[in-house]
């Protein structure tokens, strides 16, 4: 598989602007594009497809890429099809996906993506890259009608993995043990992504980028960290 | 209606046992019972339906109460048309909701529930009690076929209610943020029930009980907060 994807776990990380940290990356990816198609549908705080495409293009445009939103097209799946490169931002994960069927998005971008096409995703975006957003931690305001979603990678993401608060006096579960109650469901690997990490798919190879370690689950084993400097490889292959 | 609800937003606070908290409401709403079926399906921590049966007795019958597991019966329908009240408790609302339609429960619960059968909800078991598990805080391990919930209460509920963090350096949303996000595209008001807050709803009468507020979040408005003795009437009428 020809994969040339960028996977970041927030667009944002305290005290940074607008995929501010991800700019050497991005760059990276885009060497040689001049214009990238924008998929605003997760929609952060509810702000508008509009809105949220022109804070995309605010960034892009100052790296020399042009930013047309999906939402301008009559015919989005021939927007993807003919895109240089797709972004897919943050916001709510599972209208993101229902979004993505309902404008017959799921193949298209598979189809792209998989051949090569680069693939930046933050956040929700970075999470419909995996085999499911089973491992969102959105809540769920629309029902899409399967969470079965791009799978650019055979793993799932948690974006904005939060390691345990040992003062806090909530009661609520923490991601570790949401992570864990997944695998007693669901069989395929997941990547616990810090802010302020990435991944970085190209083909058959992947590295995390980042200052961070991200946590790694596999069914009933114990959770692993992984430096950046670590192989990974073993992600891409079948478990 | 005919409801006698005890909707939980914890089992456990902070500090105190199983229920602990909830003890004297407990007892209150089951006067003159001494049996309760106890739904084991939302698996805290993937606990089996017999361990957590195990928990939800030891509670009980300190209190004079005898618990039987759904799981323990051949004919879990025939469980809950004859039960005396029911008690569900917290863990994954996704998985809750899943296995109570894999088990034709759904109608039985609201039949009997709303026909005045004493109904505990913790946390998961919360949650269904509302319109839908919209608002749920869990992550989605399984798909159900719907987010539609047992509609006791013509609101949906957020438990384990959170207030934002006011030094936290994450990125991820706050539940507010979350809820205002929801009524993007859902029109039932929320209620955001705090760690330690109940609501009982005796037929049309509901109040909230616990040391708290409880915030109020109404399509297009201001989120609102109710002290326990605020007149919160309203929310059991249509919108």
Redesign the interface.
Known sequence: MSRNLLLIS?S????TGYLEHAETEIKELLKGKSSILFIPYA????ISHKDYTAKAREAFEKWGISVTGVHEYDNPVKAVQEAEAVFIGGG?T??LLKQLYANKLVDPLKERARKGMPYIGTSAGTNVAGKT???????????PK??DALELVPFNINP?Y?DPLPDS?????SRE??????H???RQPVVGLR?GSMLRVESDKIRLLGPLTARVFLQGQKPMEFAPSDDITFLLEAY
């Open positions: 927030t944002t990380t305290h005290g929609r952060p705080n509810g709510n599972f209208l957003i089973g491992t969102t931690n959105d809540m769920p305001i629309v029902h399967t969470l904005h939060l006096t909530h009661m609520g579960e043990t949401r992570i864990l109650e997944f007693g469901h669901n802010e």
